[in-house]
């Protein structure tokens, strides 16, 4: 399922055109993006958390030049689903 798809779906359930269904959307993932870019979790009752995950700096290897690189501790996103979505999903 695309953003296209969800906005349709949404506009057809709600009765809302598009274009203010599109921009709430969108609202939505900027807000989700600013805040994790800030380091701070979104929890969703019901749905699920959007978080930011730290990564420990490691070692990799670049096997075509053989060599060894450092890759620098740093952060990622990451989502968890809750319970009751996990559930829905397993149905």
């Given at each position: ?14 009765g ?75 149905k």
């Amino acid at each position: 399922m695309t953003k296209a798809d969800i906005v349709n779906e949404i506009a057809k359930n709600t009765g809302i055109d598009k274009v203010s269904v599109l921009a709430t959307v969108e609202a939505f993932m900027d807000t989700i993006k600013d805040s994790l870019a800030k380091k701070e979790n979104v929890y969703l009752r019901g749905f699920g958390s959007f978080i930011v995950k730290e990564r420990a700096q490691k070692t990799a290897r670049n096997i075509s030049k053989n060599t060894t690189i450092i890759i620098p501790a740093h952060s990622i996103p990451s989502f968890k689903p809750s319970k009751t979505f996990v559930n829905e999903v397993k149905k």
